[in-house]
């Protein structure tokens, strides 16, 4: 060993270097070929964990970030779903609702000549309510009866109003009123699922 070493460094200096270069060299070859390259594949794998890793991490801070956004969000949209549900009586209190229209025309003065729920209208989700009314009084006595009627906090449409009839007892005009109160309500499932296949069966009819 040691006249191996002593009949290098007898060498010249540029062939010491070229020889010098070339065991760094092998030992490069030979660290790649016996332990880099066997394992490539499972570095290209653990990079792309890595990279997987750091998208998800920065998905969930983000979702983190605008967390107290979306639950405001999501509060906005939850009030006015309760706000168009109390706005739309379901089957069940249609009786009472339209009791509490009869009631405000009589509050106001009003004489109820005709007070008629019609058939039901179903339209996608919900149903048209139409009820014919008839009432006599005076053009105040009407006018607050509309007037109370806008105040439900139902949705209720008054429409295809006539006046007639107009007399005049003890100096005041008493008119006949006709018109068509509607309300509305939700369907249940039931009845959205009749009204689709009902919907589907003209289209095939046609």
């Known amino acids: 060993m040691n006249a191996l070493l002593a009949r290098i460094f007898d060498l010249p200096a540029r062939q010491r270097v070229l020889l010098l270069v070339g065991v760094v060299g092998a030992l490069f070859l030979s660290y790649a070929y016996f ?3 066997p394992r490539s594949e499972e570095i290209e794998t653990k990079q792309a964990q890595i990279e997987e890793m750091i998208r998800e991490r920065d998905k969930k801070a983000a979702m983190a970030a605008n967390l107290d956004q979306m639950r405001k969000i999501v509060a906005d949209l939850d009030a006015a779903l309760k706000q168009a549900v109390a706005q739309l009586p379901d089957t069940k209190e249609i009786p009472d609702l339209l009791s509490s ?3 405000i025309g009589r509050e106001a003065g009003l004489e109820v000549v005709k ?3 019609r058939d039901e209208q179903m339209i996608d989700f919900y149903a048209e309510v139409p009820v014919e009314v008839l009432v006599r009084g005076s053009f105040h006595q ?3 009866f509309f007037d109370q009627v806008s105040r439900l906090t139902r949705i ?3 429409s295809d109003i006539i006046m007639k009839t107009p007399t005049a007892p003890d100096h005041e005009v008493i008119l006949d009123v006709a018109c068509t109160v509607t309300t509305f309500r939700f369907l249940d499932e039931a ?3 009749r009204v689709q ?3 589907d069966a003209k289209k095939g009819a046609r």
């Open 115 to 117: 007070f008629k729920q």
């Open 142 to 144: 009407i006018a607050a």
């Open 35 to 37: 332990l880099y390259w």
């Open 101 to 103: 229209v009869s009631t």
């Open 156 to 158: 209720v449409n008054v």
């Open 197 to 199: 296949k009902e919907r």
């Open 191 to 193: 009845e959205r699922e």
